[in-house]
């Protein structure tokens, strides 16, 4: 995403509308009645550690009109759970691009003014989560107004301390792929320990 250098003309706190391009919503429950086309939708369950597992996302049948159209994201869109007890967002990467939502979610397109990873990263934060709850609706099921999220003031850091941070959350997160494959593996190699020793094929190895 292409930023402007605008230097010390940006203020210290902003509304997030006023950095906000786009708000797409997500498909309600009358598209999914239809069987017009088929179409990868992302839910909240494929939303972790800031990103969107494509891997997870279903397919899904849906109805096909110009609405669907304006429920598809983009590379760089913030994308957040707006329904449950568990609000969390991601900036969608290329691998979800033309993705559809649905309706427990929204996806923000932003200005040039901010890169959407901080804007992932906020809302993922203590600070932006207590914020998320404050103007959560609803008991038994919460639930978050697109109109009430605009109207969140958001921290806005200098265009060189967005990169700095932009970086290091890069690499933070290729540490955590890391740490997670290096989890799996090790859970693979005790789980293959614990079925040779329960079918007596480690008997007097391990003495």
Do not use: C, W
């Not at 402007?4 to 999914?32: A, M, Q």
């Not at 669907?68 to 590379?75: F, G, N, S, V, Y």
């Not at 850091?157 to 090790?186: F, G, M, N, V």
């Amino acid at each position: 995403m292409k930023l402007l250098n605008l230097g010390n003309d940006l203020p210290k706190e902003i509304r997030l509308k006023e950095i906000t391009r786009d708000v797409k919503r997500g498909l309600s429950s009358y598209y999914l009645q239809g069987r017009d086309v088929e179409v990868s939708m992302i839910n909240i369950k494929d939303i972790a550690n800031g990103r969107i597992v494509s891997e997870t996302v279903d397919r899904v049948s849906v109805r096909k009109t110009p609405l669907l159209e304006r429920a598809r994201i983009e590379t760089g869109d913030v994308v957040m759970a707006i329904r449950g007890f568990n609000f969390k967002a991601a900036v969608a990467g290329n691998s979800v691009k033309d993705f559809v939502i649905s309706a427990n979610l929204i996806a923000l397109t932003l200005s040039d003014k901010i890169l959407p990873e901080m804007i992932s990263a906020y809302f993922n934060s203590p600070v932006g989560r207590n914020v998320l709850q404050s103007i959560a609706r609803g008991a038994t099921i919460r639930g978050l107004n697109s109109r009430d999220i605009l109207d969140i003031i958001i921290p806005l850091p200098s265009l060189s301390e967005q990169e700095s941070l932009s970086h290091y959350l890069t690499l933070a997160l290729e540490y955590d792929d890391i740490l997670q494959k290096e989890l799996e593996l090790r859970q693979k190699l005790t789980d293959a320990v614990v079925l040779k020793i329960m079918k007596g094929e480690l008997h007097g190895k391990m003495d």
